[in-house]
């Protein structure tokens, strides 16, 4: 059986589910379940306790990407598999997002909003795409695609990961010591890395220090990755331009921070890849079916590398 527990839309998730996987029982919060009998659960979000509750669990579908709030939950049993969603529609929204905040930097947007707030008609001198060095950080599944869009748009992009990879058109780094190096060369960073021992805290004050002058900052991956006092002093300062941040290590963001009135800041609550129902219910049955026929299985998590 497979058990559903979703944060929303339980029915539409039931629904996709059962069409899927019509040779399987699918039950969710709102049915009388034998725990049992419970093998495979689906989930976002799930409450503490949850996996302790099916003693023949074998495998956990996270309905998202990152699995940072899975893993080292005491209830997951060393021997569950943990499979997450690769892609399924949110390596396009990401692709969007990061280029909504480029945009907006490159093309002057917030200052023409501020000028015609004050009736003002006057051209801005700008940046075109070719002279706006932008970094990944994170080529997987979303920051990979992120990339190669940005690349094909006439951004001069460069990607950082933990193994080597190509992408066409991107300047592919890799390692720790390439970082700094890296960050000293661009002039648009995008976060978008897994929630790991390795990255947490990896852009800190010293690594910001070494963006040039008026670069843009964009973290959509995790808020533990990035330290939120370090970048707003030196948004206060001038010495950053500007920052669009989907993901913070409170969320939501308590209200009175001081990251609400930074004017150079923009804020959105956790929406930059949304997990979309209809192709990742696909994806899980697929991954589900593999796990059963002992195929390889996209998305398998590896939990000695948290990704
Ligand atoms: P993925 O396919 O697992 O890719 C992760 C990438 O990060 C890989 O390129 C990996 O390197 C690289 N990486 C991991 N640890 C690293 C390290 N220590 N140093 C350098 N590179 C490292 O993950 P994904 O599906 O692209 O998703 C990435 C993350 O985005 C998720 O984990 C989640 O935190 C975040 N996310 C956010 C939203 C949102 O709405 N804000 C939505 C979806 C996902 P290798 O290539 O060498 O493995
Ligand atoms: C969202 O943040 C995800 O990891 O899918």
Known sequence: MLYVHVPDQAERWLALFRAALPDIAVAGEADAVDDGQVEFVACWRPPEGLFARFPRLRAVFALGAGVDRLLGRPDLAPGVALIRLTDAGMARQMAEYVLHGLLRFQRRFDDYARQQQAGLWQPLPQRDA???????????????????????????????????????????????????????????????????????????????????????????????QLDLEALLDGLDGGRLGGAQL????????????????????????????????????????????AFVAGRPVAGMVDRVRAY
């Open 130 to 224: 070719s002279e706006l060095r932008v970094t990944v950080l994170g080529l997987g599944a979303i920051g990979g695609q992120v990339a190669r869009t940005l690349a094909l748009l006439g951004y001069p992009v460069a990607g950082w990961s933990r193994s080597p990879r190509e992408i066409d058109g991107v300047r592919c780094l890799h390692g720790s010591e390439a970082l700094d190096g890296l960050l000293a060369e661009t002039d648009a960073l995008a976060m978008i890395l897994p929630n790991t021992a390795e990255t947490r805290g990896l852009i800190d004050a010293r690594r910001l220090g070494l963006l040039p002058a008026g670069a843009l900052v964009i973290n959509a991956g995790r808020g533990e």
């Open 246 to 289: 989907d993901v913070f290590e409170t969320e939501p963001l308590p209200a009175g921070h001081r990251a609400w009135r930074q004017p150079h800041l923009h804020i959105t609550p956790h929406v930059a890849a949304m997990t979309l129902p209809a192709p990742s219910a696909q994806q899980v049955a697929a991954a589900l079916r």
